[in-house]
């Protein structure tokens, strides 16, 4: 293992570069770019630590957008201000926006056939278990320790029932649901800092 | 469509883009109200094979957007939709990521993050309750079950899970 991984980080040099590294990567990330993302930028290309990377990570998981995006405007500014940002932004994007429409306008032949229609139909459902599946891998990450049980789980059952029952606009829930959430996650980190 | 309409359609998303913590997924929900409930510019099929085509596809599976789009009004439609869910929210994140970098310990900073997690979960699983909706039989929410598990618990790739998928389902066991 390196022991000093910031004297041996490497900057990207253009922002052509900056735009085909992240194509590159994005191109390999079926069902999720998170893991390839550190894998290039960490372990081959080396321009962040790994430290560095996961504390990107985190801050762009509280913004809106997809959190890879997220992290490569960050990424992308680092190196060349708001056009470092684009070009990393139009490298994760374009390409994948080009294949996913060649996908859509092929997927229509594939429901000619009962074979090729049952194949899509599998592939739906797979689709919904991993969204299912993704939603509670992350519940993982909600911090009970600090935010206890029952408020997050009582806040969590209304979002889903508003949100997934009853088809309430998402905004109302994020105004609602939200503000008690930070209100209390706010309560919770200063008690917890008055402790010590 | 008229013109009027694309306007308000596209704000919808443009706001929505705003609200996007957590994925583009988690605010499906209100994108399938949207386009299926309300507008009915696309079928409950519809939305679901765009949902699986964004994650077969290489990229982020916010790219679900464009095959929304691409499904109500072409190549045009794909653009315009993908530009009104990416930018908003590209432009906000640049930004307030600016800004966080140098304040990410403030506790402000920390409660949101703190606080948006059981919200963000939430919306994820009222996503997965929405694409559930029109399930037929026992074996198809059985069979959605046991992948959320197989995700949930271990780290098999997703593209195997598809391969899986796709053959139960040609052979027609699901």
């Known amino acids: 293992m390196n022991k000093k991984p910031q004297s041996q980080l490497i900057s990207p040099r253009t922002r052509l570069e900056i735009f085909f590294v992240f194509t590159l990567l994005t191109l390999q990330g079926f069902g999720g770019v998170i893991s390839v993302a550190q894998r290039h930028l960490v372990d081959k290309k080396r321009w962040l630590s790994n430290a560095e990377f996961l504390e990107m990570f985190s801050l762009s998981q509280v913004l809106p957008g997809p959190n890879v995006c997220n992290l490569a405007l960050m990424i992308g500014d680092r190196y060349f201000g708001w056009s470092g940002a684009v070009s990393a932004l139009l490298g994760m994007l374009l390409l994948p926006f080009l294949v996913i429409l060649i996908v859509a306008s092929g997927f229509g032949f594939l429901e000619s056939s009962p074979l090729s229609t049952g194949a899509v139909k599998g592939m739906t459902l797979v689709a919904v278990g991993m969204t299912l599946g993704t939603a509670t891998r992350l519940a993982s990450g909600v911090d009970f320790r600090l935010l206890g049980w029952p408020i997050p789980l009582l806040l969590m059952i209304g979002v889903i029932i508003s949100v997934g029952v009853f088809r309430i606009p998402i905004v109302w829930i994020v105004i609602v649901c939200g503000s008690i959430s930070l209100v209390w996650a706010w309560t919770r980190i200063s008690a917890e800092g008055d402790q010590r | ?174």
């Open chain 2, 1 to 174: 469509m008229s013109v009027a309409d694309w306007v308000t359609l596209l704000l919808q998303f443009v706001l929505l883009s705003f609200l996007a913590i957590g994925g583009v997924m988690a605010v499906a929900p209100d994108m399938h109200r949207v386009l299926v409930d309300e507008r009915m510019l696309l079928t409950h099929d519809q939305f679901l094979t765009a949902v699986t085509i964004g994650k077969v596809s290489p990229g982020p599976n916010a790219l679900m957007v464009a095959v929304l789009g691409y499904q109500v009004a072409g190549l045009s439609g794909a653009i315009a939709m993908s530009l009104a869910m990416v930018i908003p929210s590209a432009t906000l994140a640049f930004y307030a990521l600016r800004w966080t970098k140098f304040n990410a310990q403030r506790p402000g900073v920390r409660a949101f993050k703190f606080g948006s997690a059981p919200i963000v979960v939430g919306l994820l699983l009222a996503t997965g309750l929405v694409l559930m909706k029109n399930f037929s039989s026992t074996v198809e929410t059985i069979f959605v079950i046991v992948i959320a598990v197989i995700i949930w618990r271990t780290k098999v790739h997703l593209m195997l899970l598809m391969l899986i998928g796709a053959t139960l389902g040609a052979i027609g066991l699901i």
